[in-house]
Structure formats: structure tokens, C-alpha cells
Nanobody
Framework: VQLQASGGGLVQAGGSLRLSCAAS????????MGWFRQAPGKERELVAT????????YYADSVKGRFTISRDDAKNTVYLQMNSLKPEDTAVYYC????????????????WGQGTEVTVSS
């Protein structure tokens, strides 16, 4: 699976962004999809993940209630709607695909996108 993330940018605190991750090459609907982020000097962390069926999601506590992950299998795309953004959300965001569900670390994610940068100013 080839993944292409987009939608990052500079936004003020309290604002919103929607990230997109377009997939190609294999059957998108076979994969759980995750969004990770990595801030400078920090480890890559899971933000949200959605099951291949689309009926189960998981969010990190730090984004729960503010971010929403969704998928459109007809478009082979997964989205991350980010609302009420905070400066601490500043990071490079990566999408990833896994055959396994509820993988909370970078292990067992088979494919990765190139990352899209999100900067939230205070």
C-alpha cells in the first residue's frame, strides 16, 4: 500500500484542520488505519486508529473529544478531523496501515505515509 498524507499547515490555537491520507496499491479496506504524530525530540505516538470495518475507533486521551478519524473506502482515503487545536498538537502527522487492530505502537504497522506537518500557534 502506498500512502500519501496531506492537509497539514499553520493554524491558530482553537482552529481546525482536516488531514487526508490517500491509499493505493492494495485493498484499502483490508487494513486498519492509524494516524501518528511526532513532535521534535519526541517519540512517534498514536493519535487515532480506525478498524478496517470502520465501526471501531480508538483515540489517545490527549485528543479525545477534539479529533475524529474516519474512512471512505470508496475513495481509499482516511481522514483526521482536528478541532480545537492546541500548540501541543504541533507535530508531523503520519498515516499508517496495519493488518492488525488496535495496535498502539508503531510496530505491526506495515505501511507508512510521508508525513504532513501541523503547526499550531498560540
Amino acid at each position: 500500500v502506498q500512502l500519501q498524507a496531506s492537509g497539514g499547515g499553520l493554524v491558530q490555537a482553537g482552529g481546525s484542520l482536516r488531514l487526508s491520507c490517500a491509499a493505493s496499491g492494495r485493498t484499502f479496506s483490508n487494513y486498519a488505519m492509524g494516524w501518528f504524530r511526532q513532535a521534535p525530540g519526541k517519540e512517534r505516538e498514536l493519535v487515532a486508529t480506525i478498524k478496517w470495518s470502520g465501526d471501531s475507533t480508538y483515540y489517545a486521551d490527549s485528543v479525545k473529544g477534539r479529533f475524529t478519524i474516519s474512512r471512505d473506502d470508496a475513495k481509499n482515503t482516511v481522514y483526521l478531523q482536528m478541532n480545537s487545536l492546541k500548540p501541543e498538537d504541533t507535530a508531523v502527522y503520519y498515516c499508517a496501515a496495519s493488518h492488525s487492530w488496535l495496535v498502539l505502537t508503531t510496530t505491526l504497522y506495515d505501511y507508512w505515509g510521508q508525513g504532513t506537518e501541523v503547526t499550531v500557534s498560540s
